[in-house]
């Protein structure tokens, strides 16, 4: 696909097909295409030509590339429930299953002592594992995350690059963006960007 922001041809013709069931990381440069290609196989942004294939409606888990500001005024777990909703009418409180659910990825990711704190005040890493968190908790059959392994501890990178493999695992299509080393070393596939292709 080809995919333009303003004036800028960002992505030119590039052409990738992610399996079920593996982890892709997307590596390249800073401002190389990322996360435009993260956010157009979500949807959050059209391709000027060519199409994204396979991915039906609501089936797609896209956690943005962190962002500078706080965002809404959630707790962790507030937040990592909203994952949830998706699944259910807008009436309907979670059910015990999604509670669950949703405190199972807490654990995954070493969130329970952070848990009933507000989002805003997490420290950068911390809020990189939540946000990972608030991915899996969709257990969508697309899962898109945008540098989950940026300014994680060493630890932390194991917790999250375990979890994105567990979900693979359970056959869900699992792409990445990363520079970390250890992050394309984990990867079942590795696709760099480079000049708006993918190689
Ligand atoms: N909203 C926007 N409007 C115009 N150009 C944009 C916009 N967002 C990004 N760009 C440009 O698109 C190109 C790709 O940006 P993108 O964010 O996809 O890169 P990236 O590979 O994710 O980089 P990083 O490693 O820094 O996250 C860059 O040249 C960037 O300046
Ligand atoms: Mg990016």
Excluded: I
Excluded at 137 to 163: K, M, W
């Amino acid at each position: 696909m080809t995919v333009r922001r303003g004036q800028r041809t960002v992505l030119h013709r590039a052409d990738a097909a992610f399996e079920p069931g593996s982890v892709t990381v997307v590596a390249g440069a800073n401002g190389s295409g990322k996360s435009t290609l993260l956010e157009t196989v979500a949807g959050v942004l059209l391709a000027a030509e060519g199409t994204v294939s396979g991915v039906a409606p609501r089936s797609v888990a896209h956690v943005a590339q962190t962002v500078a500001s706080p965002g809404p005024p959630l707790t962790v777990r507030a937040a990592v429930a909203m994952g949830r909703w998706g699944s259910l009418p807008w009436w309907r409180p979670l059910r015990p299953a999604d509670r669950r659910l949703v405190a199972e990825q807490l654990a995954r990711l070493d969130l329970e002592d952070l848990a009933d704190r507000p989002l805003a005040e997490l420290s950068g890493g911390q809020r990189q594992r939540a946000l990972v968190a608030t991915g899996l908790a969709q257990r969508a059959p697309v899962l898109l995350v945008d540098e989950p392994t940026a300014g994680v501890d060493a630890r932390s990178l194991g917790l999250v690059l375990d979890a994105l493999a567990a979900e693979a695992g359970r056959g869900a299509v699992v792409v990445h963006a990363a520079h970390d080393p250890a992050a394309l070393a984990s990867a079942d596939r590795v696709l760099t960007l480079r000049d708006g292709a993918l190689h």
